[in-house]
């Protein structure tokens, strides 16, 4: 274990160990961390003890604002920094434990840290890989008969999102105005939208990208995951209703994206790991694994009104309810030539499992509008208010230890008078 004292209800216990960009009043530099208890190691303090044989030539990454530089090593290099951790942190390792001069340098008190996006994202694209929520999704809108598309089954079906909108944890949002067509028998008409909704999502950082032209196969796809944040993908339902025929989500999504900032690393989350999800039809050739890479990850969403005291949980869920894996989500989105680079981030879609209060969105939990959320002390909601603060948590439970990710917060501000 390590010599840093870490509570057994921590997110970040010394198996976790995940990324993160901070910056501190006394030093407003953007620079790479590493939380550990409620303590964030500064690696840009300590890059000269990455000595291993990729690191050596490389410790500069940690001198960068982001941690584009560090996922573009490659597969490789993460795993070598991970073992140079865990020896630094580790018990028996006096290198940082008996150093009281470097230790005050290096080690930050999270408290004191303004987190920020852990990379610059060039590219962000969201899919809509649960079968729970697609089927709950289309039973509302076209029917128990035609709940699923044709090729829902045959292939992760997902959307190009917007990049520039993706936010970190505890940045307010703005709702957003739009046209919207409430009544079918009259025109449009443009507002404030009155449907505003939360989708508990996670996404996976890519780490090492492709040429142009050339696929990831599936069996290499492990290598070009970096590691997964939480992330909730905002949604203006009545704005996306109205918009999406034929090309999909447009306004409706891109007024903004949240996510959590602590990047966990693919290797804390192997532990957790439990076989996929019987896929039947069979997948395509080039989407067949048998590996296990669906996580038991607990998932959580609470949502706190400006007159409530205390948070209500609305939601409680898992990323195992997932029907498609991240390994089908990258071979699938490259299959065809698609280059993805150091940064790019590719989201889960909606994680709904099969019970009503593991139903990851509004939409589905009010049943399209049709019945009220119980928040207790008198409060309920169909879709979001103004003011209204939403978190999402999860976290994998170990033996007396968790790997999480810290919050995934954000606040609903009025939409702007026009």
């Known amino acids: 274990m390590s010599f840093i004292k870490v509570d057994p209800t921590s997110d970040f216990s010394f198996h976790n160990l995940p990324y993160g960009i901070f910056s501190t009043p006394d030093n407003t530099r953007h620079r ?22 990729v690191m050596s030539r490389h410790q500069d990454v940690f001198d960068q604002p982001t941690l584009n530089a560090f996922m573009a090593l490659g597969y490789e290099a993460w795993r070598e920094v991970r073992r140079t ?62 709940a699923l598309m044709p090729n829902w089954l045959r292939l992760p079906v997902g959307y190009h999102g917007r990049a520039s909108s993706v936010v970190v944890s505890g940045t307010p949002l703005r709702r957003p105005s739009g046209q919207m067509r409430p009544d079918q028998t ?10 505003m909704d939360i989708e508990l999502e996670m996404a996976f950082f890519v780490g090492g990208g492709n040429q142009l032209g050339e696929p990831i196969p599936i069996n290499k796809a492990h290598e070009h995951i970096f590691g997964m944040v939480l992330m909730n993908d905002w949604s203006a339902r009545d704005i996306q209703a109205w918009e999406y025929v034929p090309l999909g989500p447009f306004l409706g999504k891109n007024f903004g994206t949240t996510i959590s900032p602590w990047v966990v690393p693919m290797e804390a989350l192997l532990p957790f790991a439990e076989p996929n999800s019987i896929q039947d039809p069979e997948p395509l050739p080039y989407l067949q694994h048998h590996d296990p890479y669906t996580f038991n990850i607990n998932l959580f969403v609470s949502l ?21 894996t991240m390994k089908q989500q990258l071979a699938h ?19 709904s499992g099969p019970d009503p ?12 509008g049709s019945k009220s959320i119980d928040l207790g002390g008198g409060e309920t909601r169909t879709f979001l208010k103004d003011g209204d603060e939403v978190t999402i948590t999860g976290y994998c439970q170990g033996d007396g230890y968790r790997v999480g990710f810290g919050p995934c917060m954000g606040t609903i501000l009025p939409a702007l008078q026009h």
């Open 85 to 146: 951790l865990q020896m630094l942190l580790s018990a028996n390792e006096s290198t940082l434990r008996d150093d009281v001069s470097l230790r005050s340098r290096a080690f930050v008190h999270q408290s004191a840290a303004t987190m920020h996006l852990p990379a610059e994202i060039g590219d962000y694209t969201d899919f809509y890989s649960s079968r729970d929520h697609a089927t709950n999704v289309g039973i509302m809108f076209r029917g128990k008969e035609n």
């Open 186 to 195: 009259k025109p449009p008409v443009f507002g404030p939208s009155k449907q």
């Open 357 to 368: 209060e593991s139903f990851g969105s509004m939409l589905e939990l009010s049943w399209r």
């Open 333 to 351: 989105h490259t299959v065809n030539g698609c280059n993805v680079r150091p940064g790019d981030l590719l989201a889960s879609g909606t994680i």
């Open 304 to 324: 706190k009104g400006t007159g409530m005291a205390d948070a209500a949980t609305i939601c409680k869920s898992n990323f195992k309810y997932m029907y498609w």
């Open 32 to 53: 790479v961390g590493v939380a550990i208890g409620d303590q964030i190691l500064d690696l840009s303090v300590i890059k000269s003890l990455f000595r291993g044989p």
